[in-house]
């Protein structure tokens, strides 16, 4: 197995683990996660639009008490790799994001198993074997992390090259579309801070005079 | 009661990073907690395995907390236990903590702080910052406070036991998380402006602007939804009629 392959395998189990079982961190960030998983390819800058459209589609999920949600960790480092070891393009980058918003959801589910699981093996157990046992969710949900990558990375980088093949779009206009979905999950988060929207107006004045200047 | 060793103490705050690794639909990160305090309890029931062994019971029984927050529940219930105050008053405690310390947290932390780091990170990729600094400056600003809610939670927790409530009162959690809110606001105009960085065509800025903006401040929390409906959408059509093309070639 090549090494990369085994990095991201272990990237996954840790990112898995860092989003609630063990020292959350954020590391687990689709922006962390991401380039992480493109660092790993030897590719990070390759995935910088792939990094920021996951994190501003996660900025609205909200982890509170045992709600389900979608976690992000393993499918944006599988997403990062993927994109990495691709040719650059738009195309590739749109599937990708596609892909990995569909198994956020599915690693969603997984939380949910998992939590499942803890509820027999370690909820239910003799007080005296819940230590152990606790140690033993944690190394579950390691195990889910790995799986979870793995099988992302196959599947992201298959419907990634099925697009490349068969992509009738061009370049600048599937960049538009991938600019506009940014944009939108951007002027989201003037909602995510409360009655804050002179400010965030003020902030996209500031942003866009910066740009025209420079 | 005499302060518990300092070695039992960091031993706490290390478990404490773990407190979610069996979280569960029964107890929710009841058996967490218990881990947790471990070694805080026995250094309580040093002498007595079976008090150990009855208190690792009661508390691994149903108790949330926002993970952050959770140390100051641990601190403040090794304390009452020292203190050998009754069991079913130390209950009561952890029934009217759990709610605070998750929407305090919730508050702070989940809608504010972190959103708001991770706006940081963000704007920095887009303003074209190499992607280790933006990684780096997302992590440190998060793990700032999140480091410091854990020792302090715990330090506060172990001095007040009961009076841990006037603790929490007096934290300026409120301030920071309406400072965070502010900054995060900020960030994310700068960033939804800088998002336009590269896109040369002007009429091509302008639709996106007029579309897309209206549309994200409008949903809000389901743009999400939307975008990636819309773009799957997109991505099956396109890619059958890329398929259908190339099969009538």
Request: charge should be positive; include cysteine.
């Amino acid at each position: 197995m090549p090494p990369e392959w085994l990095m991201l395998a272990i990237w996954g189990g840790w990112v898995a683990l860092d989003g609630a079982a063990l020292g959350q961190f954020m590391l687990s960030r689709p922006l962390v996660a991401c380039l992480v998983g493109g660092w790993i390819m030897g590719a990070p800058a390759e995935v910088l639009g792939l990094a920021i459209i996951l994190e501003a589609a996660h900025l609205v999920v909200l982890p509170a008490g045992a709600t389900r949600y979608p976690e992000a960790g393993p499918p944006a480092a599988a997403a990062g790799a993927v994109l990495a070891a691709l040719p650059p393009g738009n195309a590739a980058l749109l599937a990708v994001v596609v892909a990995t918003l569909a198994w956020e959801w599915i690693s969603g589910r997984s939380v949910e198993a998992a939590r499942g699981f803890n509820t027999r093996f370690v909820a239910n157990a003799p007080v005296a074997a819940q230590p152990a046992r606790h140690a033993g969710a944690i190394a579950v949900d390691f195990g889910r992390g790995v799986v979870l990558v793995v099988l992302a990375a196959l599947s992201t980088g298959f419907v990634a090259r099925l697009t490349l093949e068969y992509w009738p779009l061009g370049e600048a206009l599937t960049g538009a579309l991938l600019t506009a979905a940014l944009v939108a999950l951007l002027a989201a988060s003037a909602r995510i801070f409360g009655d804050h929207t002179r400010l965030w107006a003020g902030g996209l004045l500031a942003g866009a005079i910066y740009l025209v200047l420079t | 009661m005499s302060p518990l060793p300092g070695r039992a103490r960091r031993a706490a705050l290390l478990r404490s990073f773990a407190i979610q690794g069996s979280f569960n639909f029964e107890t929710l990160i009841g058996t967490g907690f218990a881990f947790t305090l471990t070694p805080l309890l026995r250094v309580v029931y040093r002498d007595d395995p079976a008090g150990l062994r009855r208190s690792l019971e009661r508390h691994s029984a149903l108790f949330n907390s926002h993970p952050y927050l959770a140390t100051l529940a641990v601190g403040a219930v090794a304390r009452l236990e020292a203190d050998r105050v009754d069991p079913a008053l130390i209950e009561r405690f952890k029934a009217g903590l759990r709610a605070s310390l998750g929407a305090i947290g919730d508050q702070l932390v989940w809608k504010a702080w972190r959103p708001a780091a991770a706006m940081l990170g963000v704007a920095m990729l887009l303003l074209g910052l190499p992607w280790w600094a933006a990684a780096a400056g997302f992590l440190a600003a998060h793990n700032a406070l999140h480091l410091h809610l854990r020792r302090w939670g715990l330090r506060v927790g172990l001095a007040s036991g009961l009076d841990v409530a006037r603790a929490v009162r007096e934290a300026p959690f409120p301030a920071w998380g309406r400072h965070a809110a502010q900054a995060g606001a900020v960030l994310g105009g700068i960033a939804c402006a800088a998002a336009f960085r590269g896109v040369g065509d002007v009429r091509v800025a302008a639709v996106v602007a007029l579309l897309a903006l209206p549309l994200g401040l409008h949903l809000g929390g389901f743009t999400r939804r939307a975008v990636w409906a819309a773009l799957s959408a997109l991505w099956l059509a396109g890619l059958a009629y890329g398929v259908t093309t190339a099969s009538f070639r």
